[in-house]
Each structure stands twice: as C-alpha cells, then as structure tokens.
C-alpha cells in the first residue's frame, strides 16, 4: 500500500513538472492564401512564428513576410521570404504589439504566435547555414 501511495506521488510531480515545461501558449493562428495584413497582435518577449506554405503551384510560389509594429506602423524587418513550399520557425526576442503584411502569390499560409518561458526559448538552436 505505501509503495502504491509512492508511485502516486511521484506520477502526480512527473505530470505537473510536465505542465510546467510544456507551457507554449498559442497567442493567434492566422490562415490564408493571398497578400494583406493580419490582425493585430500582442506579445511579450521571446515569442515564436510558426509558419507553412503550401501551393497548388509550387512553381509560381512567392511570398514575404513582414513585420510591423501596429502602434507606430513601422516595418520591424523581413520575417520570412521564400519561393518554396515549406515550414519553419522563427524566434523573437522582443515582445510588443505587431501585425504580419504577407505579399503572397500562388502561395497557401498560416501562421502561428506563440508565446514562450524563457526556458522554452533556450530549447530552440537556430539551423548551421551550412545545413548541417
């Protein structure tokens, strides 16, 4: 009965450790399939862009991305631009209010804002240029 009693604790303090480290906390989703800006968002530092792009015609496939900060309207930096179907992540490090400005062609998105513990921005390493 007591070792019962153990296992149960310690399955408690393995599930709630767990939470803990799991806490992503999605902040918006944004779909879509041609150019404009998203909605207005808000997030604190560091905070991740999830992204997709699809195509029904890869070979004509074109987007960028944007960022800019939704109170001033300045252009923050390019945050993705590609010409091929894919997904990635980008990291931030400094939080605010922004909205996305996609310029898209043929292309298919979403975007996902998510806010991160710092101990969950430490997990991410950024891929060697070399692709290794």
Known sequence: MKARSILIVIGILIFSISMDVCSEELVRK????????????????????????????????????????AKLGTHEGYVLKTKHAGNGVRLFDKGGHYYLRVDATMANWIFKIQQLTKAEAELYTPKDKTGL
């Open 30 to 69: 944004f779909t879509g399939s041609g150019s404009g800006d998203t909605a207005e968002f808000e997030v604190t530092s560091p905070w991740l862009l999830d992204w997709r792009v699809n195509s029904d015609y890869p070979q004509m496939l074109g987007i960028e991305v944007s960022l800019v900060d």
